[in-house]
């Protein structure tokens, strides 16, 4: 079965400090994508790579950062968390070609106190 | 911009009601429409998809029908299940390679017995 794994369901951090978020995918996928999602607001795109090395910033990408050193592997990096990036980050990724539907993770419930 | 807006829940109704989620979308081109799932505590799931105008996507009950001339893309259900309450995505894509999703900002069903 085709996965996106994300490292931690929940987290809690504290205001100030750095924060990686990690994200796998077993399907070969060259693009994977970050999004945060929060009642009332949908689901917004932080960042995104279509390939290894690439990123491209998405609709709200202030305060985050990402690195895909592999192709497998792609990493939300909070620079100095912040309490208003509380949230459910959900990562995903999809193949260049075909569908072009994306397959997501169980996501990551971040608390910044 | 492209955007997607679906009607605001939540949506209550009792096992066995017919449902409808309303979904109209904004675009520059011809996207692909995509209906989402998310289930309490788990990441989007893909539910059904249509890539071109007239095209009926369906899944485990649920059907939707891509409108050009309405720009719309309503999810129904003829008979509703307990186990079919969860938060639903409307969204769509402009298909190209490195595309990414627009989505609407959700609408919660639940059902009761």
């Known amino acids: 079965d085709v996965k996106v794994t994300q490292s931690s369901r929940y987290l809690v951090k504290r205001t100030g400090e750095k924060v990686f978020l990690e994200c796998v995918q077993d399907?070969?996928?060259?693009?994977m994508f970050w999004y945060r999602q929060d009642p009332g607001l949908g689901l917004r795109l932080i960042y995104f790579?279509?390939?290894?090395?690439?990123?491209e910033k998405g609709d709200i990408p202030e305060g985050y950062s990402v690195s895909r050193e592999k192709k497998e592997r792609f990493s939300l990096i909070l620079e100095s968390a912040s309490t208003n990036q509380t949230s459910m980050y959900l990562c995903?990724?999809?193949?260049?070609?075909?569908?072009?539907?994306?397959?997501f993770g169980s996501g990551t419930r971040l608390t910044v106190v | 911009g492209d955007s997607v807006t679906q009607m605001e829940g939540p949506v209550t109704l009792s096992e066995e009601a017919f449902l409808t989620i309303n979904c109209t979308y904004t675009?520059?081109?011809?996207?692909?429409l995509f209906w989402y799932v998310q289930y309490p505590g788990e990441g989007l799931q893909l539910l059904l998809k249509?890539?071109?105008?007239?095209d009926k996507g369906s899944n485990k009950g649920f059907e939707a029908t891509y409108r050009k001339e309405t720009t719309s893309f309503h999810l129904e259900k003829g008979s509703v299940q307990v186990s079919d309450s969860a938060v639903y995505f409307c969204?769509?894509?402009?298909?190209?390679?490195?595309?990414?999703?627009?989505f609407g900002k959700g609408t919660m069903l639940l059902v009761s017995p």
């Open positions: 969204a769509l894509s402009l298909g190209s390679g490195y595309s990414t999703l627009t």
């Open positions: 675009a520059t081109g011809y996207p692909s």
């Open positions: 249509a890539t071109k105008a007239d």
């Open positions: 790579s279509y390939d290894v090395k690439m990123k």
């Open positions: 995903a990724s999809r193949k260049t070609t075909g569908t072009y539907g994306y397959t």
């Open positions: 399907m070969d996928h060259e693009n």
